[in-house]
């Protein structure tokens, strides 16, 4: 029987003429004992596939039943996924090449597949082919030790992002003012909706700005006395301050803590004077009336942001609190498209006031409701705000249009038309009064601003007017204004 001490020297992948000179002077017995010595397990397999001789260069490899191997058919040695490599280096093992490397992977009594990379070369045409080994066992214990590693940083990722969803939401829904600012700078980096409130100004107006800003001149030196203080021992004595234009006085905590290698504060703002909210001035009874109302109800500032709200209008949006909406802008729930909210209000700010004016609202789950928007602005006020009254739409049957050319409204009107009229014609003329339908629906949204109508169809104004030019729609002669350069 053929053994790895009996080969003739194998050829490696193209060998250079210094390494056959070399190889010549080898025996088969050194050859083989070379082979074994070089890599960590090696087999000669017959022409049929059959195991004839191993050989384990690892004192390791034995309690993995490689001697049970012999006589065994070489592919009946490991997985089932596997088994197409093997195949591949067995028709692959040629003379004066060597195959290119491929992992299997070996079934063990230890119950942990041993992998193993082979190549092969076939020394003769008609000879046994000779298969190199390398143990991968290391290679495979450190891409587990990786893929553990990842995962337990992916755990701890989770773990860091739920606790900061949890910090953010009860930073946002904390009845108490808060803000967090830069130790070093004294700016604002965040601040919850409590504190929005009681400073009277929004979010983008309290951001980026001193902390000192925020009080009445007089207490700046106190307040730089207690960032000092902050500073230096990390304490700072509680002190009452009033707040810049007359929102009455508050009591001033400060903390001191460290996050994302930055030193920041942690200030409490206590009111001693309560501020009348923006909708004190309504009545008790006429307040509780407006929450009462069937119709939704909604007051924003001027940049559209939400001040309050009533239940009906909540419904709408698919929200359970007043909390949950104040401070939001309106335009993430009212309109169609941005346009809509944009003609709203810029009719309210041109005329003052809106009736009638017809488009959706669209929940924070996914409904969409067709309301219909009546509008009022009190731009003279302390603080200019928007009124509006939302009310749903009740549901009509689609109107039917007169003419010839009806737009066909289930598949048996279509089929009734086939026959009398081409398709091409058919198909025309749907298109045709779709288009016309699209554009007159989308004046009347706007107010018969063309502008605005143009872009909420995905027109230039240019495309808009040829339209309307086709369809008869509209006055577009040459005193048009908006087709004067």
Same mark, same amino acid.
């Given at each position: ?210 902390? $000192?800003? /925020?009080? @009445?001149? #007089? =207490?700046? %030196?106190?307040?730089? *006395?207690?960032?000092? !203080? ?115 209000? $810029?009719? /309210?700010? @041109?005329? #003052? =006031?809106? %009736?009638?004016?017809? *488009?959706?609202?669209? !929940? ?122």
């Amino acid at each position: 029987m053929l053994t790895l001490s009996s080969l003739a020297s194998p050829s490696p992948r193209r060998p250079s003429p210094a390494l056959h000179q070399a190889a010549g002077l080898l025996d088969g017995e050194a050859a083989g004992l070379l082979i074994a010595a070089t890599s960590d397990l090696s087999l000669v397999v017959d022409d049929h596939g059959i195991i004839r001789d191993t050989a384990a260069g690892q004192a390791d490899l034995d309690g993995h039943g490689i001697e049970s191997w012999l006589g065994r058919p070489w592919i009946d040695t490991v997985t089932v996924e596997s088994r197409p490599k093997i195949d591949a280096l067995l028709r692959d093992a040629a003379p004066g090449t060597m195959t290119r490397w491929r992992q299997v992977n070996h079934p063990s009594p230890t119950g942990t597949d041993l992998p193993i990379r082979y190549a092969t070369l076939r020394p003769r045409k008609e000879g046994p082919i000779i298969v190199i080994g390398q143990d991968l066992r290391t290679v495979a214990a450190l891409q587990r030790r990786l893929a553990e590693t990842q995962q337990a940083l992916e755990r701890d990722y989770d773990r860091l992002r739920s606790a900061e969803t949890r910090y953010k939401l009860l930073f946002q829904l904390s009845g108490e003012p808060v803000l967090v600012v830069d130790a070093g700078t004294r700016r604002v980096t965040e601040i919850n909706p409590a504190a929005m409130r009681l400073l009277g100004r929004p979010q983008k107006r309290v951001l980026g700005q001193d902390a $000192a800003e /925020l009080f @009445d001149a #007089g =207490s700046l %030196r106190e307040l730089q *006395t207690l960032f000092a !203080g902050l500073r230096v021992t990390g304490q700072a004595t509680d002190l009452v301050a009033p707040l810049a234009g007359g929102r009455g006085e508050v009591r001033v905590s400060a903390s001191l803590f460290r996050g994302d290698g930055a030193t920041s504060v942690l200030l409490r703002l206590a009111p001693l004077t309560r501020v009348a909210p923006e909708r004190a001035e309504f009545g008790g009874g006429a307040l509780d009336i407006i929450q009462r109302m069937p119709e939704g109800f909604v007051v924003t500032d001027a940049s559209r942001r939400i001040l309050t709200a009533n239940t009906a209008f909540l419904d709408l949006t698919q929200h359970a609190t007043e909390e949950q909406v104040r401070g939001q802008s309106l335009d993430g729930w009212l309109g169609r498209e941005e346009t809509d909210t944009l003609a709203l209000f $810029a009719m /309210l700010r @041109d005329h #003052g =006031s809106v %009736r009638h004016f017809p *488009t959706v609202m669209r !929940g924070q789950y996914g409904s969409v409701e067709e309301v219909e928007v009546a509008a009022v602005s009190a731009s003279h006020a302390d603080q200019p705000c928007f009124g509006l009254t939302i009310r749903a739409t009740p549901r009509r049957a689609a109107p039917v249009h007169a003419g010839s050319h009806d737009l066909p409204r289930s598949v048996e009107q279509m089929t009734e038309l086939v026959g009398r009229v081409s398709m091409k014609a058919l198909v025309r003329e749907t298109t045709d009064l779709i288009e016309k339908l699209c554009i007159e629906a989308a004046l009347r949204i706007t107010r018969d601003n063309r502008a605005s109508a143009a872009e909420m169809l995905g027109l230039s104004r240019q495309g808009l007017y040829a339209k309307m030019r086709r369809y008869g729609i509209g006055d577009l002669d040459g005193n048009d204004p908006e087709l004067t350069p």
